[in-house]
T-cell receptor, first 113, second 115 residues
Framework: QEKVQQSPESLIVPEGAMVSLNCSFSDSASQSIWWYQQHPGKGPKALISIFSNGNKKEGRLTVYLNRASLHVSLHIKDSQPSDSAVYLCAVSPMNYNQGKLIFGQGTKLSIKP | GPKVLQIPSHQIIDMGQMVTLNCDPVSNHLYFYWYKQILGQQMEFLVNFYNGKVMEKSKLFKDQFSVERPDGSYFTLKIQPTALEDSAVYFC?????????????FGEGSRLIVV
């Protein structure tokens, strides 16, 4: 069974800082890795996904994937108070083509104005 | 963006009673999912559904659970009978296609409290 671990559990940074969130997974053959944002009382919202080794940039977000080290990271540039939320890393296990995602426990991010 | 609507947002129910959670997925989506999140724990996959059939279910999808989407209406999760450990937030999601590259769109959840 695929395992997904996120660090840190929580993070407080000042507005404008660069944020780095980490996620490790257990199966190098996993398919896409997703980052979701979840505000209190809301459902998760997909932010960005990556499949191939390397990095992918979308707006203020950059994600880095290293399958050899079973690690993926999300970086948020120029953080805003509205970025305050729980960030969930989710992995699509190998051989599952049915939309099943394995979620990490999340990182709670707080951006201080 | 695409919206998934869930009804009810909250429900308190006596143990042993039946509960139905309703989901209105994104209009042109074909794949539907239920996930369960217990307070303070990670979100866990329950079941996915396509073309009127369950495609895959997890160990959390107990015999007391059932899903259906009659005549293209709501996609429902029914629990009968409920147990105390069923207390959780249940999230519905939908996607246009299958495969790991397809975005899952989640609703805001139905918080179920079994007393």
């Amino acid at each position: 069974q695929e395992k997904v671990q996120q660090s840190p559990e929580s993070l407080i940074v000042p507005e404008g800082a660069m944020v780095s969130l980490n996620c490790s997974f257990s199966d190098s053959a996993s398919q896409s890795i997703w980052w979701y944002q979840q505000h209190p009382g809301k459902g998760p919202k997909a932010l960005i996904s990556i499949f191939s080794n390397g990095n992918k940039k979308e707006g203020r977000l950059t994600v880095y994937l290293n399958r050899a080290s079973l690690h993926v990271s999300l970086h948020i540039k120029d953080s805003q108070p509205s970025d305050s939320a729980v960030y969930l890393c989710a992995v699509s296990p190998m051989n599952y083509n049915q939309g099943k995602l394995i979620f990490g426990q999340g990182t709670k991010l707080s951006i201080k104005p | 963006g695409p919206k998934v609507l869930q009804i009810p947002s909250h429900q308190i129910i006596d143990m042993g009673q039946m509960v139905t959670l309703n989901c209105d997925p994104v209009s042109n989506h074909l794949y539907f999912y239920w996930y369960k999140q217990i307070l303070g724990q990670q979100m866990e996959f329950l079941v996915n559904f396509y073309n009127g059939k369950v495609m895959e279910k997890s160990k959390l999808f107990k015999d007391q659970f059932s899903v259906e989407r009659p005549d293209g209406s709501y996609f429902t999760l029914k629990i009968q009978p409920t147990a105390l450990e069923d207390s959780a937030v249940y999230f519905c999601a939908s996607s246009l296609g299958q495969g790991s590259g397809n975005t899952l769109y989640f609703g805001e959840g139905s918080r179920l409290i079994v007393v």
